[in-house]
């Protein structure tokens, strides 16, 4: 019976595998770009921030802050972007703006923060192994430091994650696993055509299918961080040729996050030398992936922009 069973499911895979290939990479697509089609149920109650119980409001700074980012940015449509006070530190996005429920732009609120005042910072109770942050202490001085950005660079921060939107790139980054998955199939498929696979012993089949599959999620690791990088350069470098302003504001906001990250690596111990480097770099989750462009290249991508553009 259950022999059956698996003789009708393999001829019905074979006489209709091209159209299940277009349905499970369609299905993967979407998958993949939900969170991007509808980014207030998702990105937006994961990152929305809430003060005494109610969703925070970004303040009226922020607000006019960001219609000026738009409007430097060369957005015609800036109804299509919403800005929300985020819970991070450091600017988050989702959406496609030209998708009914447009994209969104989570901004932190150490960024109501000037160099004169503390707002948004020392007003915040930041917990790190279980222990709060003495702002008044040396450490605490630094993170501050490190979380305090100049108009330019939050300007920069906010114009990047709307030029990542604005340039498709959710939409790009999730094409990465159909794609691998239809490059994948096919190569399988001719690679056996070619070694005369199909007329050989099911076990030589089986154990080709799965090397084969082995080394397409391998390829789908690397083009998918190969991808992402490529997105965050491009993101970068877009933002820094808005003005020369915008250019130096992401150097500035690249060495915050980095001194950032180092100051984090000395408050979270253990934990924080095996998270970040000692440039302040992200170490990668796992051994052959690095899903975002390391920091101090996107810094030194942008100075280069700024000489070539701007000096």
């Known amino acids: 019976m259950a022999s059956q069973f698996v003789r009708k499911l393999t001829i019905f895979a074979t006489r209709h595998r091209l159209k299940l290939l277009a349905v499970s990479c369609g299905g993967l697509f979407v998958t993949n770009a939900f969170c991007h089609v509808f980014p207030q149920r998702t990105y937006g109650k994961l990152y929305q921030a809430w003060s005494r119980g109610v969703p925070a409001e970004l303040s009226d700074k922020l607000q006019d802050t960001f219609q000026e980012v ?65 702002w008044d202490s040396e450490v605490g001085k630094a993170l501050r430091e490190s979380l305090t950005f100049s108009p330019n660079a939050q300007k920069f921060a906010i114009a990047r994650e709307i030029m990542y939107l604005q340039s498709n790139s959710p939409i790009i980054y999730s094409l990465v696993g159909s794609v691998c998955l239809a490059g994948t199939y096919l190569t399988g498929v001719a690679a056996k055509q070619a070694l005369g696979l199909y007329s050989g012993p099911v076990l030589v089949r089986g154990f080709f299918n799965l090397t084969v599959a082995a080394v397409g999620l391998i390829g789908y690791f690397l083009l998918s961080d190969t991808v992402s990088h490529w ?80 000096m």
């Open 231 to 310: 997105l965050d350069y491009r993101s970068d470098h877009r933002t820094a040729t808005i003005s020369k302003n915008y250019a130096e504001g992401g150097i500035e906001f690249y060495d915050k996050v980095l001194a950032r990250n180092r100051t984090f690596r000395f408050l979270l111990g253990k934990k924080g030398v095996e998270m970040y480097a000692t440039n302040g770099n992200l170490f990668p989750k796992h051994w052959f992936r690095l899903k975002h462009a390391p920091y101090t290249s996107r810094k030194e991508m942008i100075e280069n922009t700024l000489k070539d553009c701007w």
């Open 70 to 134: 738009l409007k430097d940015a060369g957005v015609d449509s800036t109804q299509n972007y919403t800005a929300f006070a985020a819970f991070s530190f450091q600017p988050v996005s989702a959406g496609v703006p030209w998708l009914p429920a447009g994209a969104i732009i989570g901004i932190p609120a150490n960024f109501n923060s000037t160099d004169d005042e503390g707002k948004g910072i020392t007003n915040r109770i930041v917990m790190i192994n279980g222990r709060d942050v003495k």
